[in-house]
């Protein structure tokens, strides 16, 4: 049986490549309408993805040649789909987290925040997750994990080889008191270090498991809190412009905050309490450090975090520079266009309907500053200079370099969003989109609530399996037209299943922070998943709140919107 089944997975992905495309032909042949054919190359891309066998950067390419091929859509309607708007400004994101990952800021801010925290060790926890769900919401979660997976780690050796002296030193001093005892007549002597020694090893074994698995939990939960924090968001920003062009700025910067922020605050202290809950236990006496040992532990963990911030050295001159775009590129974000007040797009840069500047603009001009400010202080003084001094150029090297950003900057990612444009645009240009749309009108009969709370489900168990940008490239068109025949506001819908997306929490190849936590050991699968379920649980539950509450405000989702009446292919 084993051999066999080795067989078969040495062919599995010959098989999937080459076989799952003949098989689906007889649907063509069958049914050779234009919605029929788009839904052909939809379904073949979906398996694709889901099993990999080719990469994903790849496979978002086949709308580029099967659309053509297929009579779906001209080459050029296809080709301007992978840089659109909402691609330059994931792209300028990813640019800015290159800038501060090279100069060292996240880990200082990291450490700093830690030092600030304190190292008992629920507040350690806390504190762990806190700065990773932060920077997660500017970088790449994979590099935010992989930044504070080997602090955390150093933090635990450390606290493990403090624990291991103490004990040591107080077992010696307990057996010469049981020495001493057992002078007297009738006073026997009782061994209990065993069983104290085992149930302490355990409770290690839990603190490892808990801070580990609240770094790559932090870093998913913290992607959702931005539009450029994670790959699913962005999707949802293409797909409404793309699906929904008259929607204007429905969805930005600000009202994304405004919107997934909170929830990812309460998302942090349910997950914070969960894992509190199973691997230590809500007894105030562990959690909050009380005892010798517990004392030794705190000192250990704290001059840890003091060595690690020593050796990255006073503040930089690039990283104070770094710090100022960033902030630069988030107070324009937030301050484009507001909603409440005019923002600075009001002064110069809109007439009438036509808003020239979009949050795309903002990240194209911080991260075009990267590559022009300096990353040393100019020399002024030409008259003190050695010879050395003199024969450099007067401007220092900049910020950041291309040969940086380019072997930092995952550019697959852009054309994994790109094919997610086009398939949206091939959906809507075949008619696919309008004949999904009828299939699901039956759905109208349903609770729009119990609708948002099924198809959030739907999608975090898909994601467990798959490309989190990928599902929400697969389902996102489907579940907006499912909401134009219903007469529901699509975002209602798209907004809980784009964040359920990013809650890949049970596997450890669900999500590369998974993958980096599991990679150091402390953890089994079984780990992962009883405590991912609860937090996907957790995430779904939050998500449902959020949307029936704080974003219906936001977005006005009792009302079925104009921007939804009518979709406009351009042609």
Known sequence: MASALSYVSKFKSFVIL??????????????????????????????????????????????????????????????????????????????????????????????????????????????????????????????TTAMMVPIVEAVLQQMEATSTAT???????????????????????????SAMGQQENCDRKSMCKAMTLCVCYAASIGGTATLTGTGPNVVLLGQMHELFPDSKDTVNFASWFGFAFPNMVIMLLLAWLWLQCIYMGFNFKKSWG?????RNNEKAAYEVLQEEYRKLGPFSFA?????????????????RDPGFMPGWLSVAWAEGETKYASDATVAIFVAVLLFVVPSQKPKFNFRSQTEEERKMPFYPPALLNWKVTQEKVPWGIVLLLGGGFALAKGCEASGLSEWMGKQMEPLHAVPPAAITLILSLLVAVFTECTSNVATTTLFLPIFASM??????????????????ASFAFMLPVATPPNAIVFAYGHLKVSDMVKTGLMMNIIGVFCVFLAVNTWGRVIFDLDRFPDWANVTHIET
């Open 483 to 500: 909401s134009r025949s219903i007469g529901l506001n699509p975002l209602y819908v798209m907004l809980p299943c784009t964040l359920s």
């Open 18 to 143: 080459f076989v799952t495309p003949l098989l689906l032909l007889p649907l063509i042949i069958l049914m050779p309408a234009k919605f029929v054919r788009c839904a052909y190359v939809i379904i073949l891309m979906a398996i694709y993805w889901c099993t990999e066998v080719i990469p994903l950067a790849v496979t978002s390419l086949m709308p580029a040649l099967l659309f053509p091929l297929f009579k779906i859509l001209d080459s050029k309607q296809v080709c301007i789909q992978y840089m659109k708007d909402t691609n330059m400004l994931f792209l300028g994101g990813l640019i800015v987290a290159v800038a501060v990952e090279r100069w060292n800021l996240h880990k200082r801010i990291a450490l700093r925040t830690l030092l600030w925290v304190g190292a008992k060790p629920a507040q350690l926890m806390l504190g762990f997750m806190g700065v990773t769900a932060f920077l997660s919401m500017w970088i790449s979660n994979t590099a």
């Open 319 to 335: 990283e104070v520079n770094v710090l100022l775009c960033f902030l630069l590129l988030v107070s324009l974000w937030f301050s």
């Open 290 to 294: 009380c005892g010798l040992e517990r």
């Open 167 to 193: 004990e040591a030193g107080l077992g010696a001093l307990e057996l010469a008191d049981k020495g001493k005892a057992s002078e007297l007549p009738g006073s026997p002597v009782i061994f209990e270090g």
